[in-house]
């Protein structure tokens, strides 16, 4: 089997929205976002239930069938940290638009490839779109956490390939081929 990534796929996790209380009147939230076995971790913001994160996450992405599990947690110091809710990003739809390829580039900045709407197949709160912009095509979501009474992370998605990356259009990509 290839070992090689298709491609690297950076997460920003922007911020958190209405986030459990963990602790006596609010949270110190983090995320851990877990990819075979891979994990990444966001610094604690102390104090907000309502976090704003601002950062970026890098993974190789091996095989587009794993997981991405995104997980929040609060950060204590006395005792074990207590979980606040999980979501699984699906990455399908976006690696379905990455296909497309050449055919974007006539496309103008701030078009709207493909419109994702929330199910029971996926964690999204609202409808996402997947857009073209500036030669990048990326998504915006906002992921209804699972396991907890309530809570939201915002995240963006956006697709790398370089050196030593197999690419997205590779046979067997999501399950399907195309030809190159």
């Known amino acids: 089997m290839d070992q090689k ?7 920003h996790v922007k911020k958190g929205i209405n986030l459990a209380i963990r602790d006596h009147r609010s949270s110190d939230p983090y995320v851990v976002i877990t990819v075979a076995d891979q994990t990444l971790k966001t610094r604690v913001v102390k104090k ?15 095989d587009p069938n794993v997981p991405i599990r995104l997980t929040v947690f609060d950060w204590d110091k006395f005792t074990g940290d207590d979980k606040m809710g999980d979501a699984n990003i699906d990455i399908q739809p976006y690696l379905d638009s990455l296909k497309m390829g050449m055919e974007l580039l006539r496309l103008p ?19 996402s779109s997947i857009v073209w912009n500036n030669g990048k095509i990326t998504q915006d979501m906002i992921l209804r956490l699972n396991n907890v009474e309530c809570g939201e992370i915002e995240v963006m998605l956006e697709w790398h390939e370089g050196a030593g990356c197999r690419g997205i259009t590779s046979k067997g990509v999501g399950g399907g081929s195309s030809s190159t």
Do not use: F, Y
């Open 109 to 127: 900045n701030g078009c709207a490839i493909k419109r994702v709407q929330p199910s029971r197949h996926n964690c999204l709160s609202d409808e």
């Open 5 to 11: 990534p298709l491609g690297l796929l950076t997460i």
């Open 48 to 62: 907000n239930c309502n976090p704003v994160w601002n950062e970026e996450m890098t993974v190789a992405i091996k």
